[in-house]
């Protein structure tokens, strides 16, 4: 399955979970800012995920989890060096580089954007090969 | 008036279907505001589709904790539709039939197929009349890591009493 097949079933995903138009889902789209996810639709784009593209994601493999409890990786409401060395670890398929200029806690959803699972899939998928 | 919308549970089959009944009653008070006579036109009393969501809800809700012993607060956490074509008025029977899509620590989602048996047709002539999909929280899961008590308070003495009474094991 190439970049565009996977893209073309993320949409699918998206606009039944999200009940948005075709049109609104661009690769650039923040599913947060942009597509007006909230935290139960992150757990039903998964579940979506998980069906269309026959694969099971394990718990914080795709969005973080853990994180903003450890003391850690947040402090004063702004994810840390450490913190943000962890979920670029944990995360390998998310774009971090604007999210670390201004790292608020309350903004890490926002780094979440359809390329972002484009990217997921993608590596998953080829992980499988 | 107490938030019970299914009156027994019939048949569960762990972590895959539930299904229940509720029996539509004049005796229920919201029945004479929804809706009342007026105008010389008589009563037309009619089950709110939200109640009967809700009654869908709670038969998938109860499956959902089912599956992990009770031990989880499981909540509504999302509707993805639901559709419904037909009135439920006093005399009617709703069944409920609740299948687990798929679960995990985090929740789980839901579909249920309603349907409906009326007084006309008899009391076990179901007719589908609908569907509602539906997605439940794992409470103590929840991304943001809120604290909640540690008693399981969406599995109340009211719906254990049900499932007690439908001779389902829900106490630890």
């Known amino acids: ?129 | 008036m107490r938030w019970m919308w299914i009156d027994r549970v019939i048949e569960l089959v762990p972590r895959q279907r539930l299904v229940a009944v509720k029996t539509v009653s004049l005796s229920e008070e919201h029945l004479h505001d929804h809706f009342p006579a007026h105008d010389g036109l008589p009563a037309l009393p009619i089950m709110p589709a939200s109640l009967i969501i809700e009654g869908a809800a709670q038969a998938a809700g109860i499956l959902v904790g089912h599956a992990e012993g009770f031990a989880e607060k499981v909540v509504l956490a999302k509707m993805n539709r639901a559709e419904l074509s037909r009135d439920a008025t006093p005399g009617c029977t709703l069944r409920y039939t609740a299948s687990l899509t798929q679960i995990d620590r985090a929740g789980a989602s839901a579909q249920v197929r309603v349907e409906l048996a009326q007084p006309a047709t008899g009391p076990m002539a179901f007719e589908t009349i609908g569907a509602v999909e539906l997605m439940f929280s794992h409470l103590d899961q929840n991304m943001a890591g809120v604290e909640f008590p540690a008693h399981n308070f969406v599995f109340g003495e009211n719906l254990r009493t049900i499932l007690r009474a439908s001779g389902v094991p829900c106490d630890p």
Do not use: C
């Not at chain 1, 699918?12 to 889902?25: P, R």
């Not at chain 1, 996810?37 to 269309?52: G, T, W």
């Open chain 1, 1 to 129: 399955m190439n970049r565009d097949e996977i893209f073309n079933k993320v949409r699918e995903v998206l606009v039944d979970a999200l009940a948005v138009d075709d049109d609104d889902v661009t690769p650039d789209a923040s599913l947060t800012r942009d597509l007006g996810a909230e935290s139960i639709d992150f757990l039903d784009i998964v579940f979506k995920l998980e069906q269309a593209f026959s694969f099971k994601i394990g718990q914080g493999e795709l969005f973080p989890e853990n994180v903003a409890q450890d003391p850690r990786y947040v402090q004063a409401g702004k994810v840390t060096p450490e913190g943000l060395a962890a979920l670029k670890a944990r995360l390998p398929h998310v774009d971090f580089a604007a999210f670390a200029a201004d790292p608020q806690l309350k903004k890490v959803a926002e780094v979440f954007t359809v390329d972002t699972l484009v990217n997921f899939v993608e590596r998953k998928l080829g992980a499988g090969r």
